[in-house]
């Protein structure tokens, strides 16, 4: 049985976090902060959910170890770029096209983040619920959810290395994962999304689990992640990015094909 009362006070939680930065953003004309709250509020409803969660102890310790791990490594990551780079072309575009219904419509895009969060919160609920898991769903779901945690941190470090050296200024990285992956951030990501959809494999809210592993795939892949990031690359890099788009997978790591240039 899904617990209704938990999620909906999650919602309501994550409607008033959303409401304040809206009226912040407002102010400051920052609304990347949304991306920074995104992560921290999925990550506490998350543990939320998992502490309130009809499962074993070892679910729901293993849940919400998983989840706060994932929540502090992404939102750090954000907030780091945010303090870098606190005005965001995505989101200057997107005021620019709403004209004067911007703000509305700001309000709208947040709230859209606040029910963002509790559905993605809601994935590792499923994983807290149930039974103590067998071996194999265990040994599974925690390699699937550790190794995308390492990926993707391994991947934005690599690529903020690179970025930081001036000798790298308007060049492509293509060293490290990079070189294996046009993504390998975004891959190592849906891999984590995996392993709580492995881990609740077992447990009465094994669907939710699934559907939030696949939820996942479609974002990155068709809307929200790579074809953003690709279009802005081909604006900006041009025939070198289409080379790297020849020679290079798009989302799964496979060993590069052969250069066609240096």
Same mark, same amino acid.
């Given at each position: 049985?899904?617990p209704?009362?938990?999620i909906?006070?999650?919602?309501a939680?994550?409607?008033?976090i959303?409401t304040?930065?809206?009226?912040w953003?407002k102010r400051?004309?920052f609304?990347?902060?949304?991306?920074?709250?995104w992560a #921290?509020t999925?990550?506490g409803?998350?543990?939320?959910l998992?502490?309130?969660a009809?499962?074993?102890l070892?679910?729901?310790?293993?849940?919400?170890?998983?989840i706060?791990? *994932?929540?502090?490594?992404?939102g750090?990551?954000?907030?780091?770029?945010?303090r870098?780079?606190?005005?965001d072309?995505?989101?200057?575009?997107?005021?620019?096209? *709403?004209?004067?219904?911007a703000?509305?419509?700001m309000l709208?895009? #947040?709230m859209?983040q606040?029910?963002?969060?509790?559905i #993605?919160?809601l994935?590792i609920?499923?994983a807290?619920?149930g039974?103590?898991?067998?071996t194999?769903i265990?040994?599974?779901?925690?390699?699937?959810?550790?190794?995308?945690?390492?990926?993707?941190?391994?991947?934005?470090h690599q690529l903020?290395?690179?970025?930081?050296?001036?000798?790298?200024?308007?060049?492509i990285?293509?060293s490290?994962?990079w070189?294996?992956?046009?993504?390998?951030?975004?891959? #190592?990501? *849906?891999l984590?999304?995996?392993?709580?959809?492995?881990l609740?494999?077992?447990g009465p809210l094994?669907y939710?689990?699934?559907?939030?592993?696949?939820?996942?795939?479609?974002?990155l892949?068709?809307v929200?992640?790579?074809?953003h990031?690709?279009r802005?690359?081909?604006k900006?890099?041009?025939?070198?990015?289409?080379?790297?788009?020849?020679e290079?997978?798009?989302?799964?790591?496979?060993?590069?094909?052969k250069?066609?240039s240096?």
């Amino acid at each position: 049985m899904i617990p209704l009362i938990p999620i909906l006070a999650c919602l309501a939680c994550s409607i008033l976090i959303m409401t304040a930065l809206w009226a912040w953003q407002k102010r400051t004309g920052f609304p990347a902060i949304v991306d920074v709250a995104w992560a #921290f509020t999925t990550a506490g409803a998350g543990l939320a959910l998992c502490l309130s969660a009809d499962g074993s102890l070892p679910r729901r310790t293993i849940a919400s170890v998983l989840i706060v791990i *994932w929540g502090l490594r992404l939102g750090i990551h954000l907030a780091r770029r945010f303090r870098r780079h606190p005005v965001d072309r995505r989101y200057v575009a997107m005021k620019e096209r *709403w004209g004067e219904k911007a703000e509305a419509f700001m309000l709208g895009f #947040f709230m859209l983040q606040a029910l963002a969060a509790v559905i #993605f919160a809601l994935p590792i609920m499923s994983a807290a619920t149930g039974d103590t898991p067998s071996t194999p769903i265990l040994a599974i779901g925690l390699t699937l959810s550790v190794m995308g945690i390492i990926g993707v941190s391994v991947s934005d470090h690599q690529l903020a290395r690179f970025v930081s050296e001036e000798s790298n200024k308007g060049r492509i990285c293509r060293s490290g994962l990079w070189s294996w992956s046009r993504h390998p951030n975004y891959f #190592f990501e *849906w891999l984590i999304w995996c392993g709580f959809a492995v881990l609740a494999a077992d447990g009465p809210l094994w669907y939710i689990g699934l559907g939030g592993m696949l939820l996942m795939l479609l974002l990155l892949l068709k809307v929200t992640g790579i074809p953003h990031v690709e279009r802005e690359a081909l604006k900006k890099r041009g025939d070198a990015w289409l080379e790297y788009q020849r020679e290079t997978s798009v989302f799964i790591p496979l060993p590069p094909r052969k250069r066609t240039s240096e």
